[in-house]
């Protein structure tokens, strides 16, 4: 069974740092895409970032771009997103989302198939 937890989230005061962690169970991450997302209070989900780890490539949506850094360990079966210079519209609970391939005529296209329960990330003075 594939399983998600994440842990890692808390408070912390503007231009702090948290780091969220995420561990798997149930399949190895070495090739595997794990993406982070996030929700904020009222409002949907938002993707963060992704890793393809089949191809080392990263991506990361342009609001966290150069303070947000998603990273793995592959010995532990965890992901990690590594949040520095935070602000407080990083409010949010953050998940974990495993990502599988799936061929949509001649295209290659991803989609979640498993999900963390969520971490709460809240950022206030």
């Known amino acids: 069974e594939v399983q998600l937890v994440e842990s890692g989230g808390g408070l912390a005061q503007p231009g702090g740092s948290l780091r969220l962690s995420c561990a798997a169970s149930?399949?190895?991450?070495?090739?595997?895409?794990m993406s982070w997302v996030r929700q904020a209070p009222g409002k949907g989900l938002e993707w963060v970032s992704t890793?393809?780890?089949?191809?080392?490539?990263?991506y990361y949506t342009e609001f966290v771009k150069g303070r947000f850094t998603i990273s793995t360990d592959n010995a532990k079966n965890t992901i990690y997103l590594q949040m520095n210079s935070l602000k407080s519209e990083d409010t949010a609970v953050y998940y974990c989302?495993?990502?599988?391939?799936?061929?949509?005529?001649?295209?290659?296209?991803?989609?979640?198939?498993?999900w963390g329960q969520g971490t709460q990330v809240t950022v206030s003075s």
């Open positions: 989302a495993k990502l599988e391939p799936f061929q949509a005529g001649s295209e290659w296209l991803y989609e979640y198939d498993a």
């Open positions: 149930g399949f190895t991450i070495d090739n595997a895409a």
């Open positions: 890793i393809y780890m089949h191809i080392t490539a990263t």
